[in-house]
Every structure is written in structure tokens, then in C-alpha cells.
């Protein structure tokens, strides 16, 4: 294996502009019979693709020399990549390589001690082996093994990690989503379902609102795509509580007070009413309960009602909504952060309603775009392949909120009435870290007889389990990656081979099966004899390939990527997916999940007095969510968490900047240093969720579990009101 600093790699990725996220670019590649571009010396090129959770889910180029990654670029096949990747994705030759990785299967002698003792694979398969097989003897079956899994890879094969515990028998699932389910209910009521514009369209628009969402962190190629339309003459407005670094690369920042945003989304609406300027005629042939919506317009808001609730002063809601109603087309991308309230759905739906009065609905560089899975055809095979063996016991999987996970498993382990859960299972998250509550976590894991956790680093989930599995990165073994908000499909191709004894999901699941059917044939039902490439192959469907103009996946590795076409814009054929099949102002399936039926304003949750400050807890922009921030590269950039105070409340609380603080409420305490700016709320701190290696730092001591108001309907399960949250501040 090659010996890596970070001096090598900046040199490596055209010096330090990369590792700041300006980018490179390389030259267009297109694969040779045996996979490699030759130059001076043995080098290969290997596509891939970036599994985070991310919008940009990036096409990938690695450059291997002797079996070992030189760098990593961005594919220029790719017209989103173009060649380009963020901060994040020029560490992960740091990524692959660090020392901090887990290197081998491991158990822990005493769960959270860090004693740690290696083991073989063959001695992990049979300890997970055994306890799945006395579960099933003491319970008669296999709902007190539980699986909580979410989006650290996004790798479509990832799915056999559900395929392998269904192959054990009914189990019991985390369900739901944290990150953005009230957003896909809203849309699922008006539109039928999320569809948004292809993001590479939005260089047509003549003026584009950016609400709730910071692209120059979290989307940095669609930053690309805003400056060439501003460059167009496109007016870039964003909408944030906070002056982001979006916000200050726009023509206007419009700060609002957090949790208002239906508000101002109906106040402009009312404007665009009482002047006419609405699409009375795309009303008429394609929407129902229009004239509901207008009169619950007339009857209920006012501007300066609007202007009392999110603290923008009139005459710019005023021009806001007729600038808006003026430009055509006209786009608004609708961000995650902005729905992660109480009435966060209620506040998407109002927007949809806005774009939707408008015309902007179906039109090239308009729309209401906030995400879609259009592009997710897959057969998730690797899913699919498990099934309950006969005998298991059970009628169906057991659910659990994934937003209040650590709650219910104690709930349940408390009751001697209900199936208590004995075993865990984690892959593609560290809960500890990332879930609400998190004091409610340890307990919770405390209650748990076994955990198993697969993953690559010693993270705080990992230090509270029993056993760890070693599992490659992406780098390591094949995959297939589509992203939310663009629609390109992306194959990743192994650049070099699994280091030390890591193994993937599939690989996994496949060495359980022949170790439970070994110990008792016919206890487990996931197949064992498929290579990954034969996986991959499986998991693309024939009318996916279709819309690619392919008859088979492995057209897609000539260059790595392929883009579904037809998604200009969203809904220009005027089909929505709703009962009606127009878009739904008045939505009965949204009152039949005990909303409103009209995009209505839903009052915010206001701050108690004992806990008076706004508590915003935004992603980072040297990691996502636990990842990336432990890197050793990232850790010589930044590696000091700290709370943002605006000098007016750090004045009140005699506060200078540099200070340690003590940040608390009813739930749990935060200690960190104080960083004063004035980009922030007066009324309100912000702290970025991330996880430091080897510091005591985490957001979710303070973070309840307070549920958005939807996400049931797609999802199954509500969403989480992240920036809900409510804290007291004071210097140490």
C-alpha cells in the first residue's frame, strides 16, 4: 500500500484549490477493453460513484497506480459533476487509506470499554450465527432481532443488508426517514408524488428562490449551475434564517424568522391575488380546489399579517411576490432544513401552492423543486433475494420509528407483554451521533443483549456494541448510485481491492447464510454463490435501461454514468399522480391524514420561557452528518466544534467570542467555545451536528424528538422538527 500525507495529496488533486471545494477539471474519459488508460507507468482509471447522502451523489474518476489510489477527480462524462468535486470528496483517498480504519472483524470485551479483541470472520459469522438461532428457539421467532439502518451509503446493494435480515425471518425495522418527510407528504398531496425539475435546467430560469436551502455547502455543483444563470441574468433570491454562504453569493438575502415560511409563501400568494397576477388559466385546466385556496387567501391573510410573523417588512414581500410573478419561468428550490419544523409541511405545501398559482408548474427553469426518485428504478435485488424461511414464526416485519427509535426499544424492553429486542443490528448510520436524544440512546442500547455494527471507523456506536464488521468503502467493491436531485445513474466499479479484511453489505449477508445453514440447513433463505458484478447486474430493470436507450447495464460502464431524459421540467405533461390526476389545492388524502385539506398557515411552535433561544443545528461543511469531520486531512483544516452567537445576544449574556460556554436545556448540556457572527438570528444560536473523533461533542443531547408534522403518508412515519429546538446560553 502507497504512504499518503496530505501534502501528496494536494499536490496530487491540483493543489490546494481542490481541497477548498473550487474544483478541477479533467479531461473526458472513455473506457479501454481492459478497463485501463495507460501512461507513464501502470495506471488505470476506475469510475465510481460518491454514495453519501447527498444531493450531488457524484460521478467518480480514481486514479490507481500499482493497485494503490493516486487521487480521486470528477467524472467530466458527467455534464452535473463536470469533473468537479466538493471539500468532502478530495479527502477520500485520506478516507480509504487512514489508519483509524477498522481493519477486522471485532469483539469488545465489555460493551463502551474500547477493549477490543480480533477475531476471525469465520468466529463473527458464528457468534451472529448462534444468537439469531437461540433467538429463534427462546421466541419461536425473530422479531427481538431489530435493524437500524439509514443513508451513511447509498449504494443500491446496500438494500441487502434489509434482504439479509428478511432471510432470517420477520424482523424488527427502524422505519421512516429523519431527514425529510414532511417535504414528500406535502408533495405527495398536491402532486401525487416528488418530481422535481432536472437541477441543470435551473441556468433557464429568469429568477430563482432559494428557501431553506445552502447549495455552497450541501450541493456545491448546483452552485455551478446558479452562477452560469446568474450570469444569464437570472435574479438569485435566498430565504434563510441565516446569511449562508449561498446567501451571500445571491442578488438578495431575505432573512426570516425561523418556522414562518408558510407565512410568507401565503402573504406573497395574497399579493399575486389581489393583483391579478395569477394563472387563471392553468388553474383551470389543471388544478382542483383553486377557488378553496383563493378564498381561504381572501378571508385569511393579509401582508401585513405576513409581515408580523416573519419579521420581513412589507414592501419586500410586496416586490418579492410581484418580481416572482412577473419572471417567467420562475423557479423555487424548496430545502430540507426549512420543512424540519412542526408545521414544516404545511409550510411546503403553501409553497407548492405558490409556484402552482403562478404557472410555474411543467415549464423549463420553473417548478417547485424539491427532490425526486424517478430516477430509483431499480429491482433492488439484493433486497429482494431475502425472504422469510419457512418455519420462521411471525406474520410481518415489526416497526419502529426511526425518529424515536431509542424511546420505543426501551418501551418495548420495559414491557413484559410485548417482544422484547435482544439483538441489533446497524449499518449505514451511527445513531448514537445522529438520532434525537441521544442519553436516550445509550440507555436504550444498554437494554440490548447484542449489537453488532457494520461500519468503517470506531464512531460512538460502534464503542456501544458487541461486535464490529470491517466494511469496505466504495472504493473497495462494485455498486450502482442515483442521487434525489439530479438524474444521473452512476455505476462504481472496484479501483483497487478490499483493504485488510473488509467486506461489503452483500458479502456479508452471503457468509451469514452459509454459517446459519451450515448450523441448521435451511435457516436462512439469502443466496450465496453471486459475484457483486453479477449483483449489479441484476439490480438494473429492463425499462431503467430504456430510458437510457440501453439494452444492457454494461453500456453504462463505457463512461461511467447515464442520464435519464425527460425531466426539463417537472410535470410538462400536465399527469399528475394524484386521484384526481391534476395538481390538488384541496387535498382530500391530505385530510384523511389529519391535516388540513387546503395549504393552510399552521401556527410555529413558539420558545418556552425557560428555554427562551432558538436552538439550529444545520450540516457542516467539512463533513455529512459523522463523516468526513474524523478525516485526518479535514482534522488540519477544522477540528473544534464551536456555537454561533450574534454579538447582540452574546452582549446580553456577557459573552465575547473565543469564550467557553455551557449551552442546556431540560434534556441534556453542551459545553463548547463561542463564535460571535452576525450572519445568525439575534434570537437564536447555531451549531453545526457533526462528530469529532475522540471529543465529547455531540448536537443531539440537546435535540428532542419532537415530530414534524408529516411524513406518515410516504414515509410512514413523521419526520423530525430539528430546528424546533430550544436551549438556555451561558459563559462558563
Not at 431527514?179 to 432536472?198: E, H, K, L
Amino acid at each position: 500500500m502507497g504512504k499518503f500525507s496530505r501534502r501528496t495529496f494536494l499536490k496530487g488533486s491540483a493543489t490546494l484549490s481542490a481541497l477548498l471545494g473550487i474544483g478541477t477539471t479533467t479531461s473526458s474519459f472513455t473506457k479501454t477493453n481492459n478497463n485501463t488508460v495507460k501512461a507513464a507507468g501502470e495506471v488505470k482509471q476506475v469510475f465510481g460513484a460518491c454514495p453519501r447522502n447527498c444531493y450531488d451523489t457524484c460521478s467518480l474518476v480514481s486514479t490507481v497506480e500499482d493497485g494503490t489510489i493516486k487521487y480521486i477527480t470528477g467524472n467530466k462524462n458527467n455534464s452535473y459533476t463536470n469533473g468537479r468535486l466538493c471539500v468532502k470528496g478530495y479527502t477520500y483517498p485520506n478516507y480509504v487509506y487512514s489508519p483509524d480504519r477498522i481493519k477486522y472483524p471485532m469483539k469488545q470485551i465489555g460493551r463502551g470499554s474500547g477493549k477490543w479483541e480480533r477475531i476471525t470472520w469465520d468466529e463473527a459469522y458464528e457468534m451472529i450465527a448462534k444468537k439469531i438461532l437461540e433467538i429463534k428457539e427462546k421466541h419461536g421467532s425473530t422479531l427481538p432481532i431489530a435493524l437500524n439502518k439509514y443513508s451513511g451509503n447509498f449504494n443500491i446493494l446496500s438494500y441487502g443488508v434489509e434482504g439479509m435480515l428478511s432471510s432470517w425471518g420477520y424482523t424488527t425495522r427502524a422505519t421512516g426517514t429523519p431527514c425529510w418527510p414532511a417535504g414528500i407528504d406535502s408533495q405527495t398531496f398536491d402532486f401525487g408524488t416528488i418530481v422535481n425539475s432536472d437541477p441543470e435546467m435551473m441556468v433557464k430560469a429568469k429568477y430563482l428562490i432559494i428557501w431553506g436551502a445552502n447549495p455552497a455547502w450541501t450541493s456545491v455543483h448546483s452552485m455551478s449551475i446558479i452562477q452560469k444563470a446568474k450570469e444569464n441574468g437570472t435574479k438569485v433570491v435566498v430565504i434563510d434564517p441565516i446569511m449562508t454562504d449561498t446567501a451571500a453569493n445571491a442578488d438578495e438575502f431575505i432573512e426570516i424568522k425561523a418556522s414562518t415560511d408558510g407565512a410568507l409563501a401565503l402573504g406573497m400568494a395574497k399579493y399575486i391575488l389581489d393583483h391579478n397576477l395569477h394563472d387563471q388559466k392553468w388553474l383551470k385546466s389543471n388544478s382542483i380546489g383553486f377557488e378553496e385556496y383563493l378564498n381561504y387567501l381572501r378571508n385569511n391573510v393579509t401582508i401585513e399579517w405576513a409581515s408580523e410573523k416573519t419579521g420581513i417588512p412589507v414592501q419586500v414581500i410586496e416586490r418579492l411576490a410581484r418580481e416572482y410573478a412577473a419572471a417567467k419561468p420562475a423557479s423555487i428550490w424548496i430545502g430540507y432544513g426549512m420543512q424540519r419544523h412542526t408545521n414544516g409541511g404545511a409550510a411546503v405545501r403553501s409553497i407548492d401552492a405558490l409556484v402552482a398559482m403562478s404557472g410555474n408548474i411543467g415549464v423549463v427553469g420553473g417548478g417547485a423543486n424539491y427532490a425526486q426518485l424517478d430516477s430509483w428504478g431499480f429491482n433492488y435485488a439484493a433486497m429482494v433475494a431475502g425472504t422469510p424461511p419457512e418455519g420462521s414464526g411471525g406474520e410481518a416485519d415489526r416497526a419502529i420509528n426511526i425518529n424515536n427509535f431509542p424511546a420505543q426499544v426501551l418501551e418495548l424492553n420495559s414491557n413484559p407483554n410485548e417482544i422484547p429486542i435482544e439483538m441489533l443490528w446497524v449499518a449505514c448510520r451511527n445513531p448514537i451521533a445522529q438520532d434525537p436524544e441521544a442519553s436516550v440512546s445509550y440507555k436504550a442500547f444498554e437494554s440490548i443483549d447484542f449489537v453488532v455494527t457494520a461500519d468503517l471507523w470506531f464512531n460512538e456506536t460502534v464503542n456501544q456494541s458487541d461486535l464490529v464488521l470491517p466494511v469496505t468503502s466504495i472504493f473497495e467493491t462494485w455498486g450502482v448510485h442515483a442521487s434525489y436531485w439530479h438524474y444521473w445513474i452512476n455505476i462504481n466499479e472496484p479501483a483497487i481491492d478490499p483493504l485488510y479484511e473488509s467486506k461489503c453489505d452483500v458479502e456479508i449477508a452471503m457468509g451469514i447464510s452459509k454459517k446459519l445453514n451450515e448450523l441448521q440447513p435451511g435457516s436462512c433463505t439469502y443466496p450465496t454463490d453471486r459475484s457483486m458484478e453479477e449483483w449489479v447486474g441484476m439490480e438494473m430493470s429492463d425499462a431503467q435501461l430504456a430510458q437510457f436507450g440501453f439494452k444492457d447495464w454494461k453500456e453504462i460502464l463505457e463512461k461511467g454514468t447515464a442520464k435519464i431524459k425527460g425531466y426539463d421540467a417537472a410535470w410538462a405533461d400536465g399527469k399528475f399522480r394524484t386521484p384526481s390526476g391534476k395538481y390538488e389545492f384541496l387535498s382530500k388524502k391530505c385530510a384523511a391524514y389529519g391535516h388540513h385539506a387546503l395549504p393552510v398557515y399552521v401556527e410555529e411552535l413558539k420558545a418556552p420561557k425557560e428555554t427562551p433561544i432558538r436552538f439550529l443545528t444545520p450540516h457542516w461543511k467539512y463533513g455529512l452528518h459523522s463523516q468526513f469531520a474524523n478525516l485526518e486531512w479535514m482534522e488540519s483544516v477544522h477540528n473544534e466544534p464551536f456555537v454561533e452567537i450574534h454579538p447582540i445576544l452574546a452582549n446580553q449574556k456577557g459573552i465575547k467570542d473565543g469564550d467557553m460556554v455551557r449551552v442546556s436545556n431540560e434534556i441534556g448540556f453542551v459545553e463548547v467555545k463561542a463564535k460571535l457572527t452576525q450572519s445568525i438570528p439575534k434570537d437564536g444560536i447555531v451549531m453545526y451536528e457533526a462528530w469529532y473523533k475522540d471529543q465529547n461533542f455531540n448536537v443531539n443531547y440537546l435535540v428532542k424528538a419532537t415530530p414534524s408534522d408529516m411524513g406518515s403518508c410516504a414515509t410512514g412515519q413523521a419526520g423530525l422538527a430539528f430546528h424546533d429546538q430550544f436551549v438556555n446560553l451561558e459563559k462558563m
